[in-house]
Antibody, heavy 123, light 107 residues
Framework: EVQLVESGGGLVQPGGSLRLSCAAS????????MSWVRQAPGKGLEWVAN????????YYVDSVKGRFIISRDNAKNSLYLQMNSLRAEDTAVYYC????????????????WGQGTLVTVSS | EIVLTQSPGTLSLSPGERATLSCRAS???????LAWYQQKPGQAPRLLIY???SRATGISDRFSGSGSGTDFTLTISRLEPEDFAVYYC????????FGQGTKVEIK
């Protein structure tokens, strides 16, 4: 059974930092890109960032470029999101999701999601 | 960067009725890599449709997807009580952008 379990959310002051983690199990972690998606309270889904299997390619939504860093540790089957210079508008539930596989032509959207972790940026 | 626009914002229907949701892309979606998700309050999104028209594992055949290029549609043939939720489209051929969502509510 595929499981994605996020942790690390909490309350942080504007300008502060937070590191989110996502522990993956039930599939071969190194076969997949991984993504972070967030959802502000009462709002829609926003894709935040993704990372290739070996970490050699990373992409970000414009609003977090230069502030957030996505990374992974394949030995620990874990995905991370380092969030710096946090702003009130970063307040959201952050989900990790399994992204595309090695072969682009086997892509099928985000089949699996974690339950999310809440990040609140407030003084 | 492709922008996805969903319409309508809210759809008010009764159980048993047919729901038709639209997703329009600002440019052609490569390989029709367009997915649909359902999200209920307090839950993570659930994949319904990928590749514009393929149902994900375990998804009822009440749900069907169609379209290509820039215009895509999610159809729910006969609404069941559990289908009232918010639906998002997403393109996954380049960036992973989502549409803003369509809420299907009970009339």
């Amino acid at each position: 059974e595929v499981q994605l379990v996020e942790s690390g959310g909490g309350l942080v002051q504007p300008g502060g930092s937070l590191r989110l983690s996502c522990a993956a199990s039930g599939f071969t972690f190194t076969d997949y890109w991984m993504s972070w998606v967030r959802q502000a309270p009462g709002k829609g889904l926003e894709w935040v960032a993704n990372i290739k299997q070996d970490g050699s390619e990373k992409y970000y939504v414009d609003s977090v470029k230069g502030r957030f860093i996505i990374s992974r540790d394949n030995a620990k089957n874990s995905l991370y999101l380092q969030m710096n210079s946090l702003r009130a508008e970063d307040t959201a539930v952050y989900y990790c999701a399994r992204d595309r596989p090695v072969s682009y032509y086997d892509s099928s959207g985000f089949y699996f999601w974690g339950q999310g972790t809440l990040v609140t940026v407030s003084s | 960067e492709i922008v996805l626009t969903q319409s309508p914002g809210t759809l008010s229907l009764s159980p048993g009725e047919r729901a038709t949701l639209s997703c329009r892309a600002s440019q052609s979606v490569s390989d029709n890599y367009l997915a649909w998700y359902q999200q209920k309050p307090g839950q993570a999104p659930r994949l319904l449709i990928y590749g514009a028209s393929s149902r994900a594992t375990g998804i009822s055949d009440r749900f069907s997807g169609s379209g290509s290029g820039t215009d895509f549609t999610l159809t729910i043939s006969r609404l069941e009580p559990e289908d009232f939720a918010v639906y998002y489209c997403q393109q996954y051929s380049g960036s992973r952008a989502f549409g803003q969502g369509t809420k299907v509510e009970i009339k």
